[in-house]
């Protein structure tokens, strides 16, 4: 099962997974019955979570249901505890949105929710981050997840997102970082999948992020808080939504948090 999916994820274009995979994920999750595992964002329960990865496979990381992972779910936990997200009125711009929030978050009363994505075929609109088509000050929050490792200027990204974000909003720029590396890699003379896997860890991603990630985001105006919200749960909390199925250069993920003042 671990080879299949990492085949699958690594040879599959996204926006061919996005229309498939939920189902075939959840006729093989009709083998992993049980009480084990609980996801928060869809409420299925299992013995455990699928593996999932595209070179070293995590155990117990995909849910079958929502196709959650250890970092949606944390995410999800994070926005129902600590934001006003499921409560107060709110217009959010959702960059690249992961299947296992898109129908949800389109559901709820309260949110007037924008899903944006250059690619996918599940997004409402069709746009490059690096060009966002709505006015200065127009979102309460920003969604943007997995996304900048794979765009040409970051800042350029980032810059877009604060100027579209207004005064008093916030968001979440999640990316997944090597915590061996101080400061980011990247380097604009590699542009061959095959040299991008060697060097950045995938074909289609043009940087490594470092430990300086936060400034980064820093630099487009963004107040950035890096909010460890993982260590305040208990162990069987933890354990019951898998979130801590990371490998030590991965480590767990923590929250980036931003805010525009």
């Known amino acids: 099962m671990k080879h299949i999916i990492s085949l699958v994820t690594r040879f599959i274009p996204r926006k061919y997974l996005q229309k498939v995979s939920h189902f075939f ?3 093989i999750g009709l083998f992993y019955t049980g009480n ?8 299925a329960h299992y013995r455990n979570f699928l593996p999932y990865g595209r070179f070293k496979s995590r155990d117990n990381a995909l849910c079958p249901n929502c196709l959650s992972l250890e970092r949606h779910r944390l995410m999800w936990l ?7 997200f499921f409560s107060a009125r709110l217009k959010v711009l959702h960059i690249a949105p992961e299947y296992c929030f898109l129908k949800r978050f389109k559901a709820l009363k309260n949110l007037d929710y924008v899903s944006a994505d250059l690619e996918s075929p599940l997004a409402r609109v069709k746009m490059d981050v690096q060009e966002i088509p709505f006015g200065n000050d127009t979102f309460d929050v920003v ?5 900048l490792e794979h765009v040409d200027d970051d800042i350029k990204a980032m810059t877009e997102l604060f100027r579209v974000l207004k005064p008093g909003g916030w968001g979440i720029i999640q990316s997944p970082i090597n915590v061996e590396r101080e400061k980011t890699y990247e380097d604009k003379s590699i542009i061959t ?5 060697i060097h950045f860890g995938q074909k289609d991603h043009v ?6 990630y936060d400034k980064r985001i820093n630099s487009a105006g963004f107040k950035v808080e890096v909010n460890d919200f993982i260590k305040d749960m208990d162990s069987e909390k933890v354990a019951k939504y898998a979130l801590l199925t990371y490998d030590k250069i991965t480590a767990e993920e923590m929250i980036y948090a931003v805010h525009k003042e």
């Open 143 to 147: 969604f943007c997840n997995h996304t």
């Open 25 to 27: 994920a959840r006729l």
């Open 193 to 197: 999948e095959k040299e991008r896997e």
């Open 78 to 84: 994070f926005l129902k505890e600590k934001t006003n």
């Open 207 to 212: 940087r490594e992020y470092g430990l300086d």
């Open 36 to 43: 084990n595992v609980e996801c928060p964002v869809c409420g």
